[in-house]
């Protein structure tokens, strides 16, 4: 196991960061083909390159390791893409919508937030809006599917299998996989604008919420379709920060009331309310997995692989 993760995280780190970073350097940068960077839709068009190419180089290492290092089959780290992937995937979208929803609604109703403007784009002509916030949303679409293929698909799954050492059995392994790429995952976002102690805390809490919704269902759907909606629900729509950073949204917001219930400069999961919608969605993945799937239990197929022979 220990092998498997280090060559994986090598073919990722080597492919699916360095490789990107230079080709988009090469194809974004400032050359002939690319001097529409000077002007506005030539920016955006840049830019969604750039988004593309570093979305697509990740799932490319991930692969490979999968295929030439772990000897398993792809769909083998949650992407069954059959008629229930997709509906897992729904399921997580209105989750994750409605608990970035309810914290939006509960601080309006408080007073703790007021809409100052809408269709918000900085710096930029407002006609142009359109375009940045589409942008936006692919960008956050992509580090979505990135950050759970990774986390959640290739470690969890990992370590799920590998730890099944002596007295360890599937269970014991699966909660010493969730917990560590939570860990990973926190570690991953303690470098974000205005993080704190707190939010690297809340981020490691988001991270048992989307590992469980990949344990209980067996697939990746699920916490997808969480984390595209807690993002473009956070930032997209309600204009909250994500991460620390602002984005092109729809509305505009003035923040208020206190940092410890609202997350302050961080956003809403550095605060007690996203702590607990988090707990609430967790709530909501295991009554999910049990209209589903009839269990709340760990799926099968994460801590036992079909592996290629």
Do not use: C, K
């Amino acid at each position: 196991m220990p092998v498997r993760i280090l060559a994986g995280l090598v073919l990722w780190f080597v492919i699916g960061v360095t490789l990107s970073a230079i080709l988009s350097a090469v194809v974004t940068g400032p050359s002939p083909i690319f001097r529409l960077r000077t002007s506005y839709m030539g920016n955006v068009t840049v830019q969604a390159i750039d988004i593309v190419v570093g979305s697509t180089f990740a799932p490319i290492a991930i692969y490979l390791a999968a295929r030439f290092v772990d000897r398993r089959w792809f769909r083998d780290l949650g992407l069954r893409f059959d008629r229930q992937w997709w509906i897992d995937l729904g399921a997580g979208f209105v989750l994750g919508g409605a608990l970035m929803t309810g914290i939006f609604l509960v601080e309006s109703a408080l007073g703790w937030i007021s809409i100052t403007r809408y269709f918000v784009v900085g710096g930029v002509p407002q006609w142009t809006f359109p375009f940045w916030f589409a942008l936006s949303v692919l960008g956050y679409v992509a580090g979505s599917v990135v950050e759970e293929l990774l986390h959640r698909g290739f470690l969890l799954t990992n370590f799920a299998e590998g730890f099944q050492v002596g007295p360890v059995g599937p269970t014991g392994a699966v909660a010493i996989g969730i917990a560590l790429t939570s860990g990973v995952f926190a570690a991953a976002h303690a470098t974000a604008l205005n993080a704190t102690v707190v939010s690297t805390a809340s981020i490691a809490l988001a991270g048992v919420f989307l590992a469980l919704g990949y344990v209980l269902t067996g697939e990746l759907a699920f916490p997808i379709g969480v984390h595209i909606a807690w993002n473009f629900f956070e930032g997209n729509l309600y204009g909250f920060p994500i991460s620390g950073s602002t984005t092109t949204s729809i509305v505009g917001i003035e923040q208020g009331g206190p940092d410890l219930f609202t997350g302050g400069a961080f956003g809403p999961e550095a605060g007690l309310l996203g702590v607990v919608a988090i707990l609430v969605g967790i709530g909501a993945t295991a009554a999910w997995a049990r209209y589903s799937r009839d269990s709340v239990g760990i799926h099968p197929s994460v801590p036992t692989p079909d592996l290629r022979r």
